[in-house]
């Protein structure tokens, strides 16, 4: 299935059960031929600080928010997450099955 990528960046995400996740705020992706496939969404309260760690002056903020254990961001792998309607993606898994991103 083929999304553009500028259209997921900052949608909610819902659990199988429609408990909220967070957004999606970074995808990580690996280059094939001359297209991208999207390996995992960044979904979660702080995954924007996730994005934006690759400024110098974010990083303090993330220790800051790791230290005090309110980090919080999840890794989807693109097999858990249901693009059939990319205006409302939803996670084929529960919350509490899900990974924190490291």
Not at 25 to 41: F, K
Request: aromatic content about 4%; glycine content about 6%; overall charge positive.
């Amino acid at each position: 299935m083929d999304v553009n990528v500028e259209l997921l960046l900052g949608r909610k995400v819902v659990d199988v059960n429609g408990d909220k996740v967070g957004r999606i705020e970074e995808l990580r992706a690996e280059e094939d031929g001359d297209r991208c496939r999207v390996e995992a969404y960044l979904v979660g309260t702080s995954a924007l600080v996730e994005r934006l760690s690759a400024w110098t002056l974010v990083r303090p903020i993330k220790r800051t928010l790791r230290s005090r254990h309110v980090y919080s961001v999840f890794e989807v792998p693109w097999q858990e997450m249901d693009l059939s309607d990319p205006k409302k993606p939803k996670l084929r898994v529960a919350k509490g099955d899900l990974r924190h991103a490291r």
